[in-house]
């Protein structure tokens, strides 16, 4: 009855183009760019009801293959709505402005169950996370250069560098996996992440530079079950020992980017040379931990960190910093474990799953590791962007790679092309 009213090809095309153009809006519209809110509703909105369009036209409706993450995200989200009950300031659970995140989860997250079927919809969402990623960089250094001065990447909208930095550096990864996955598409992949190392280096965000170097070689020196190839590190070594030195003694890139980098390694060495971004991010976890000190079970209540320096007038209230120390002070012990058993869950899925190929099994990993490295320093649980990357790596580890009709896969390929060939 559906498809006498819909073209089921379409759809599907359609569907893949909104939920590129929701990824690439969440992060547009964290700046001042309000007008645009309105475009990253529709496109959320439009994403899932094509979805669910699609799914009511499948023959293969099981459905149940992603319940536990999203029962997992509903008790996640729960924890932090509940708190208000326990929570030293109960209005700023309600007044939160993360609150509408909770929308946007349910829309982008449900959407996604009702598309995956099997392994091969999880590398389609990864090429789509991909592009999106891509696209934002694009945007970001076209506005950069028409502003006029070159800085940040971001700076020209207000956008704090971080949360694009962050998209492009697990749509990094994503392209690592692919280009690990796929045969025939290798430069392709290649292309994009040398695009996007370049993007990660022009936001400056010091946390996502030094991941994306762990991914790199956590990658390139994992080959066929091993985990070190000594060839490969002499022959980065020369590379990565250039590009530190470009980046410290060339007067453009030491005045944008290299300051800091020398402020983390001159810190790290106990000479107590940090900048001040160091110095207050201390300051942050120190705080959460005194928090998290008053109610070590559940906490002081979600945005009780931010409450509590807006409370004593600190001139710039903010979240912690850190992932550990934001949850162990909003939602305490609970809320930590609650949290990370994702992590654990996915860990666990990798390791069991017979079927599962070593490079899938090892990049899962890879991914996970790196996560929880950022992690110390940025808060990642209340951003839209973050669910998105554990459903696929949720998805990497336990969605079976022979659960859709082929009919039915072969139907998205050709409706994908459709579109993307009609949109140019």
């Known amino acids: 009855m ?10 599907s095309g359609w569907k893949n183009i909104f939920l590129a153009a929701s990824l690439f809006c969440y992060t547009v519209t964290q700046a001042d760019l309000d007008a645009l809110r309105p475009l990253y509703w529709l496109s959320l909105v439009l994403f899932f009801f094509c979805s669910l369009i699609e799914w009511l036209h499948s023959k293969n409706r099981k459905g149940g293959i992603l319940a536990p993450y999203l029962f997992w995200v509903i008790c996640v989200a729960g924890i932090c709505v509940a708190s208000q009950m326990w929570a030293l300031d109960p209005d700023a ?20 169950a009702m598309s995956i079927r099997s392994r091969v919809d999880i590398f389609q969402i990864m090429d789509i996370y991909i592009i999106s990623a891509i696209a934002i960089s694009v945007f970001l250094v076209f506005a950069q250069l028409l502003s006029g001065e070159w800085a940040r990447l971001g700076d020209a909208f207000g956008i704090v560098p971080n949360g694009p930095a962050m998209q492009m550096g697990f749509a990094l990864m994503f392209c690592f996996v692919r280009m690990g996955t796929t045969e025939g598409y290798e430069r392709r992949y290649a292309v994009f992440a040398i695009w996007l190392v370049i993007s990660i280096v022009a936001t400056d965000s010091r946390k996502i530079v030094l991941a994306s170097i762990l991914a790199v070689v956590l990658f390139a020196c994992y080959r066929n079950r091993r985990f070190f190839d000594v060839r490969i590190l ?15 003694f060339i007067p453009f890139l030491s005045e944008t980017i290299g300051y800091r980098f020398v402020g983390v ?11 001040m971004s160091g110095v207050e991010r201390d300051y942050y976890r120190s705080t959460a931990l005194m928090l998290f000190s008053r109610n070590p079970i559940l906490g002081v209540g979600f945005e009780g960190f931010a409450a509590y320096l807006e409370s004593i007038g600190y001139w710039h209230v903010a979240y912690s910093h850190c992932n550990y120390t934001e949850l162990l002070s909003n939602i305490g012990i609970v809320g930590l474990s609650v949290y990370y058993s994702m992590y654990l869950a996915i860990l666990l899925g990798c390791l069991k799953e017979k079927k599962l190929s070593s490079f899938v099994r090892m990049s899962v990993i890879f991914i996970l590791i790196v996560r929880l490295i950022v992690e110390y320093a940025q808060v990642v649980f209340i951003d839209v962007d973050n669910y998105v990357v554990l459903l696929v790596l949720y998805g990497l580890a336990f969605v079976p790679q022979n659960n859709v009709l082929p009919e039915l896969s072969q139907k998205r390929g050709v409706a994908q092309g459709e579109v993307m060939r009609r949109a140019v």
């Open 2 to 11: 559906i498809s006498e009213y819909f073209d089921l090809r379409m759809i």
């Open 93 to 112: 659970v309600r007044s939160s402005q993360y609150m509408a995140n909770c929308a946007y989860v349910c829309l982008i997250l449900i959407g996604l």
């Open 234 to 248: 002499i022959l980065a070594a020369p590379i990565v020992i250039a590009c530190l030195l470009a980046v410290i």
């Open 265 to 275: 390694f001159t810190g790290l060495l106990g000479d107590g040379s940090v900048d």
